[in-house]
């Protein structure tokens, strides 16, 4: 490389590559550890949700059960599960938003 030389420094931006990958499995590996919740119904019913997405647990209040509206308490169930996957998804975004944002740019080479 000569001074003014437009060409990118490929050393430099492959070690920022790899130090963004890193960054980013860190922030995955966070996000399947943490756990959120969704409630429904006034929280009858609660969702617990990985950052990751995975449903790990699902708690229903016994007032909940009527066995003549099978059909509430399953709404009851997606509503809560909605829930705890919205805030996951806002988790998500939280820790992931500034990493991808230095991915958009193809690492500051030309054409990309």
Do not use: K
């Not at 919205?86 to 990309?112: C, N």
């Amino acid at each position: 490389m000569f001074p003014g030389d437009s060409q990118p420094d490929m050393a430099g931006l492959m070690a920022q590559a790899q130090q963004m990958q890193q960054q980013l499995l860190a922030a995955q590996e966070q996000l399947a550890r943490t756990q959120v919740t969704g409630t429904a119904g006034g929280g009858l019913v609660t969702a617990t949700v990985t950052g990751a997405g995975e449903l790990v647990g699902l708690t229903i209040d016994p007032s909940a059960i009527d066995p003549t509206d099978a059909e509430g308490l399953a709404d009851l169930v997606l509503a809560a599960v909605r829930d705890g996957n919205r805030a996951a998804s806002e988790l998500q975004q939280q820790a992931m938003g500034p990493l991808a944002g230095g991915l958009g740019g193809g690492l500051g080479l030309p054409g990309l």
